[in-house]
C-alpha cells in the first residue's frame, strides 16, 4: 500500500519552517544556514603569512547569522557536510599569491590550499570550492600567506549540505 502525505510546510515543534514545498512540488529550506560576503575596499591587501582575510565584510547573505564579520569565520552550527567557495582577485607580480581555507583557525593544511601562477603581467581570479565535513561549533576562515588581493573583486561563501 502507497502512503501519500500532502503537506506545504514541516515545522519544528517552535513553529519554526524547516521546509516548504510549492504547487509545482519545488522543495524549499528557508532555515538552511548559508552566508556570503564580499569587500568593498579597492585597494591591494596583502596577504600575511597565516593571517585571516578581514576586509570581506560585507554581507549579501547569512541565513542564521553564522558568519561572523568581526571574527571573519564561519561557525558550524550542527554536524556536517558544507559547502564552500570563493574567489579572490590576486595581484601577481615575479611572485605568486597564496591563501587556504583554515578550520578552526589551524595553519596551513594542504589539500585546503590554493595559489596564482607566477606572471608579472596580469592579475588572476582564484576562485575555489571545497565540501568540508565539519561538527558543531567548528570555524571555518580564509588565511593568506604571501601576495596581494583585490577586496572589492573578491569574495567568500558557504552553506550546509545536509
Known sequence: MTSILKVNQIQNTAGTTALEIDSSGRILTPARPAFRVHGTSTTWTNFVSNTK???????????????????????????????????????????????????DDGSLDASLYWHSSE????????????????????????????GAYFPNYSGFGGYLLG
Open 53 to 103: 582575510l578581514s576586509l570581506l565584510t560585507s554581507v549579501d547573505y547569512n541565513i542564521g547569522n553564522y558568519y561572523n564579520t568581526t571574527s571573519h569565520e564561519f561557525v558550524a552550527p550542527i554536524n556536517g557536510l558544507y559547502h564552500f567557495f570563493g574567489r579572490l582577485y590576486v595581484n601577481n607580480t615575479t611572485n605568486f599569491s597564496d591563501f587556504f581555507i583554515s578550520i
Open 119 to 146: 606572471d608579472a603581467t596580469i592579475d588572476q581570479s582564484q576562485t575555489f570550492s571545497e565540501v568540508i565535513q565539519l561538527t558543531a561549533n567548528q570555524t571555518v576562515s580564509i588565511k593568506g600567506n604571501s
